[in-house]
């Protein structure tokens, strides 16, 4: 693979740190729901891993923004290359959207929002015991999208890792990639 059929090197180390706070933070999700016993301490751990979340999400997008995607395939379809791109934007919106809602809602709480010892995050909502319960609530349905959203990208990955060998696994691959690639040309304009 050449330079021009890969991510730049930031955007495959940003994606593959995030790929294990993402996890990270959706392991944890599930078991802070789970556990009375160790709730404080998860949530210790949730909030300043979802405000390195947003931060990483931000250079990722600016990174993106200066370095373009490598081109897809030119024999993926028009609703393949529409799903991909639609796929991408809810990953990058949910990146978003998970870390700024968990903030909102503990700043809607009525109590301060520490993000790690004496470091307090400022409320970017008003307190409110309502808008706490209804941002818990999106907090949640957005981490299940989120979920989903990933098990689609997963998928879709390893459909081209494995059945299509086209190149576009390698090209986010942390390594020069082993993986047979067949050779197929690219399209302009068909960014993921």
């Known amino acids: 693979m050449t330079d021009s059929t890969r991510f730049n090197l930031p955007a495959r180390l940003l994606h593959w740190s ?5 996890l990270a933070m959706l392991l944890i999700g599930v078991a802070m729901v789970s556990s009375l016993a160790d709730y404080h301490v998860l949530v210790a751990l949730h909030r300043p891993l979802g405000f390195l979340i947003l931060l990483l999400a931000i250079l990722r997008l600016a990174n993106r923004w200066r370095h373009s995607p490598p081109p897809l395939p030119s024999d993926l379809s028009v609703w393949q290359r529409r799903a991909a791109h639609a796929s991408h934007i809810g990953l990058y919106g949910l990146m978003l959207a998970m870390p700024l809602v ?21 409320p970017i909502v008003p307190q409110s015991p ?21 098990l689609v990208h997963l998928g879709a990955a390893l459909l081209h890792a494995l059945i299509r060998q086209d190149g576009v696994f390698a090209s986010m691959a942390p390594w020069r990639s082993r993986w047979p690639t ?6 302009d304009g068909g960014q993921r």
């Open 18 to 22: 995030m790929a294990v706070l993402i």
């Open 102 to 122: 968990g903030w909102a809602m503990l700043s809607a709480a009525p109590y301060p929002d520490p993000l790690v010892g004496p470091v307090v995050l400022p």
């Open 130 to 150: 309502m808008l706490y319960a209804w941002l818990r609530e999106l907090h949640t349905v957005l981490a299940y999208a989120l979920f989903g959203i990933i």
């Open 182 to 187: 067949k050779t197929l040309p690219a399209v």
